[in-house]
């Protein structure tokens, strides 16, 4: 059974840091490209970022470029994002799954950017 578990969320200042981690298992992690999708209030989901299954290519979106460093462990099953500079609009709730999106979503980890 595939499982998905988001960690690492809080509360931060503008400007503050977190890294959120997403521990995978029922699967051969190593072999699937994984992403970091996030949903704010009252909006629909946002893609992030995304890995390749081996950790060598990274793509973020315009909003996380330049903050934000996706990365991986395949060892320890584990997908990461990195976020810098955080700002109130990163507020929202951040998600893993692959590339397709067609795993069960786990809980997320909520981020909450406020001073």
């Known amino acids: 059974e595939v499982q998905l578990v988001e960690s690492g969320g809080g509360l931060v200042q503008p400007g503050g840091s977190l890294r959120l981690s997403c521990a995978a298992s029922?699967?051969?992690?190593?072999?699937?490209?994984m992403v970091w999708v996030r949903q704010a209030p009252g909006k629909g989901a946002e893609w992030v970022s995304g890995?390749?299954?081996?950790?060598?290519?990274?793509h973020y979106a315009d909003s996380a470029k330049g903050r934000f460093t996706i990365s991986r462990d395949n060892a320890k099953n584990t997908l990461y994002l990195q976020m810098n500079s955080l700002k109130p609009e990163d507020t929202a709730v951040y998600f893993c799954?692959?590339?397709?999106?067609?795993?069960?979503w786990g809980q997320g980890t909520q981020v909450t950017v406020s001073s």
């Open positions: 799954n692959n590339l397709g999106g067609n795993w069960p």
């Open positions: 029922g699967f051969t992690f190593g072999s699937y490209d």
């Open positions: 890995i390749d299954s081996g950790g060598r290519s990274t």
